[in-house]
């Protein structure tokens, strides 16, 4: 794929189309951090939030919490 970079104000840019950002599993908002490679290659690599096992154990309890009644309706 071949993109042109534009002025975009006073700077230059790319415009992701949507079927890119569909692909590489992007949003407008994310993150990604920028590498730049010997011969100028240019790499954009999405940064993925991580998840702590505190977070991850809060989150299950407020769910389970949530939805009590179905989780002992299933038993």
């Known amino acids: 794929m071949t993109k ?3 002025k975009i104000g006073n700077s230059q840019g790319l415009i992701f189309d949507a079927a890119l950002m569909d692909l590489a ?3 407008v908002g994310d ?3 920028i590498s730049i490679h010997e011969g100028g ?3 954009l690599t999405p940064v993925r939030p ?3 096992p505190e977070k991850a154990a809060a989150t299950a309890k407020r769910l389970i919490k949530k939805n009590a009644e179905l989780f ?3 038993s």
């Open 4 to 6: 042109t970079i534009t």
């Open 25 to 27: 599993r992007i949003k």
């Open 31 to 33: 993150q990604v951090s």
């Open 41 to 43: 290659s240019i790499v």
């Open 50 to 52: 991580v998840i702590t």
């Open 72 to 74: 002992r309706r299933l």
